[in-house]
């Protein structure tokens, strides 16, 4: 077990508030996560905001907007056809018209009595959030925010590093071991950052897809010695797919760990895994408390299996579990 692995919460406290509010960060640092984390997209003006996709229908209420019918649209993002509503089509000001609603409503019902009530915050929103709640805790909170499609949005005058880094050296987030990572599945976006900034850089990886930057590349490739080795060159760690750390068996129960984390520590690269979820649907066979894929199982047990294999943190919606198992 890795020496204090940093809990990280996805989307803040989002198994328990509409993820990428406010109510949701300021909850997972009331419940003790290490780091919040924002996904961020950017608006027609050029501000950095905090949503899981720049397709924003599954988590706001746009599509109940007359005044924003005619915004819809359809477009290629990352080789895949979307269409909805797109932050990069709206400014600030009309984006902060909006309320945000639960993803996944049909598994987190009690967070839809939150519906409505949020706004899309800011990344520099996020920022103050963090800073002032440090004051009022008196421990160090840390941000791991993620640059959503950063090749799509450079393609269409939108790119994310110069605002990224502005913001940040604006709030004193510059050096190696403050309190931030910066995360990417696209890999040269992290090679444009390593040269611009000493925070630390995090590669993104699912076990069956590869970067959207570079479709000759599989990520199973780079999870390789020779690509861990790679990788090493400009990040300081990777974020993986819970599957590519401990994978399951054909009936669904969490079999022996992979050599990834030796393999990863080796090149001098940190391990966090994604993403811990409490609901049965997310959880191994062995971890359900049954049937009803919303009721809720035994998430401190896989996730005390993960921490077993040595991983340095990891990405949970419920960061009081995270917590129980972790310390």
Not at 152 to 174: D, T
Not at 197 to 202: A, M
Not at 274 to 282: D, M, S, V
């Amino acid at each position: 077990m890795a020496k204090d692995p940093i809990i990280i919460a996805h989307r803040g406290a989002s198994g328990e508030r509409p993820e990428h509010t406010i109510a949701s960060y300021a909850l997972a640092i009331e419940q003790g996560a290490d780091f919040i984390e924002p996904d961020l997209v950017l608006t027609k003006d050029g501000v950095l905001v905090a949503r899981h996709e720049n397709e924003i229908s599954e988590t706001t209420d746009v599509a109940d907007k007359p005044q924003f019918a005619d915004r819809k649209a359809t477009k290629m993002i990352d080789g895949q056809k979307m269409t909805g509503w797109f932050t990069e089509d709206f400014t600030l000001a009309e984006l902060k018209t909006l309320r945000a609603k639960e993803r996944l409503p049909l598994l987190r019902k009690a967070n839809t009595t939150y519906d409505g009530q949020f706004e899309i915050p800011t990344f520099e929103e996020i920022i103050r959030l963090t800073k002032a709640k440090e004051k009022e805790t008196g421990r160090r909170i840390g941000i791991y925010p993620e640059t959503k499609h950063p090749s799509y949005f450079a393609s269409i005058g939108l790119p994310h590093e110069a605002p990224l880094l502005a913001m940040l050296e604006k709030h004193g987030y510059v050096e190696k071991d403050d309190p931030l990572f910066i995360q990417s599945f696209e890999v040269d976006n992290l090679k444009a950052l390593r040269g611009k900034t000493k925070l630390r850089l995090i590669q993104l990886m699912s076990k069956d897809d590869g970067p959207a930057d570079d479709p000759s590349v599989r990520y199973v490739e780079m999870a390789t010695r020779e690509g861990l080795q790679a990788i090493a060159a400009y990040a300081d760690g990777i974020g993986v797919e819970k599957a590519m750390v401990i994978p399951r068996t054909i009936l669904g129960n969490l079999d022996g760990p992979t050599q990834l984390v030796a393999d990863a520590h080796a090149a001098g690269l940190d391990v966090h895994v994604w993403t811990f979820r409490r609901e049965n649907y997310f959880l191994p066979l062995a971890q359900k408390s049954g049937i009803n894929p919303a009721a809720h199982g035994d998430l401190v047990a896989e996730i005390k299996a993960f921490l077993d294999a040595g991983i340095d943190g990891f990405f949970s919606d419920n960061v009081a579990e995270a917590v129980e198992a972790a310390r």
